[in-house]
């Protein structure tokens, strides 16, 4: 996926959320760091651009609700949790680049529910992959992208990386154990 | 090497008595781990292509898998406990102050010398981490009974905790756990050798308040002799590259302090002169039975800080003090609730530190015990 075809897609998404929710006030935006957090701001500008109304955004580290915390460590330095507005009857849309296991999104409603208690949560995400682990699938989607587990799927993003590109590269040969090692590294490459 | 070496030799002849289990369990805090967790993995897992411009090089873990003291940390480690803390300052501004990192993890605080700070301070983290917790303290212990310390541990060890916190009034208590424990160990105050959550706690909040540790003139003025918040200090300080000068009644001031790398004086007036930072040390009135000065007024005299030497200092110093605080004995009430202390948030941060700290090194644990 180029440049291009990323703005499209979140164009898309933009529309699609709209569509989906009459009522913008009880929207909220929440990214999850590293790489939903760009991709929230987008669609929050977005939005902004097509409706005129710039939704609250929120920010969410997971690392604190990760079910591997104790058993693989930190594999990225904990950033703060942004989220000053009450999600109580909100409706949230959560943004994240790759939807792999589903286990980060896991973490992620686990954490916005020590905010408050939403009306409902979306997830909207630029790659899906496949492979779920766990019960979870996102309701908006950039593009599906079926892979295999000797794969990785990279989200470049200008914010971050200096440039939009998501790319599709073989996992260099590794002993480690299949479970969520590919997402890892690019969620460490901070 | 060399240098830290003669550093740690000084060190601990500041610690003089009681350091017995020193020098041998030094190389255990040292000791890096084997893998340490998946920070090694991680960034030699990334292509630097990919990572991008502007990426930092930063550890995601330490590298070790105790915190016995300051002494031994690499600047890189201390500015990750710094940097990871800031992002746990937030946990405690929440409606829900709880987080399940370390939910199932059991972690004992074990405290043989009297603590309120620390000891609520470390226990209100671990309950925010959802850590269980246990308090085993000096009054109505096994310890009263008779009981050696190598005892009292195997019996902790027994029922399998996953961290200790330890406040021991002999220095090296924590590295002699650390031989013989298999939890994670944290060092909560250790005779007159390392306090080092407080010197953490301590860098944090200056970090906060002044954006940098480079280059600040710290001035710490009180009982030297006595302090492992000094020690600690010292050696972080030290590390991150800013200046100490030290003061205190000659008495009261350990003759290798200088070769530790601070400077030394004698009179406090000469200490505040510029300086970003004032830290005073507690005169710890049960250790003062040699008689280091005459009286407490005298001390207050020459050596307490007042509004008017504050003066002295640069107009946006910060005045700091560890806790409990002496009132009209090393600091008078008018700098301790002035505008100028940092007090009470030195006590805030403590728990965000502390709940760094405990998450840092759960996180290594699997990936870096060998077994």
Known sequence: ?190 | MQEETRLHAGGRKGAAAGARSGPAARPAARRPVADAGEGGQASARIDPKVAGPGTERSIVALKHRHLLGILGLAAEEITLILDTARSFAEVSTRTIKKVPTLRGKTIVNFFMEPSTRTRSSFEIAEKRLSADTLNFSLSGSSVTKGETLLDTARNLEAMAPDMIVIRHKASGAPHFLARHCRSNIINAGDGWHEHPTQALLDAFTIREKKGRLKGLRVAIVGDLMHSRVLRSNLFLLETMGADVVACAPPTLTPVELSRLGAQVTFRIDEALEGADVVMMLRIQRERQKGGAFPTAREYYNLYGLTAERVKRARPDVIIMHPGPMNRGVEIDSAVADGPYSVILEQVTNGVAVRMAVLYLLAGGTLGGIAG
Do not use: C
Request: proline share 5%.
């Open chain 1, 1 to 190: 996926m180029d440049a291009e075809k990323i703005d499209r897609s979140l164009t898309r998404i933009a529309h699609e959320i709209l569509e989906r929710h009459r009522d913008v006030e009880k929207l909220v935006l929440v990214g999850i760091r590293t790489r939903g957090v760009p991709l929230s701001q987008r669609l929050q500008k977005k939005i902004a651009a097509i409706e005129g109304t710039e939704l609250p955004l929120g920010v969410l580290d997971i690392n604190l609700y990760r079910d591997d915390i104790t058993s693989v460590g930190p594999s990225a330095i904990l950033k703060e949790t942004i989220i000053h507005f009450p999600i109580d009857d909100r409706k949230v849309i959560l943004a994240d680049d790759v939807l792999f296991t589903g286990r980060t999104i896991r973490a992620a409603l686990d954490g916005l529910m020590d905010f408050g208690r939403p009306r409902s949560i979306e997830l909207a995400v630029l790659v899906d992959r496949g492979h779920r682990e766990l019960p979870i699938r996102a309701d908006y989607v950039g593009k599906n992208v079926p892979t295999s587990l000797e794969e990785m799927v990279q989200v470049l993003l200008k914010e971050e990386d200096g440039r939009d590109e998501v790319l599709l590269v073989k996992r260099p040969e590794k002993k480690e154990s299949r479970r969520s090692p590919a997402k890892a590294p690019v969620r460490a490459a901070r």
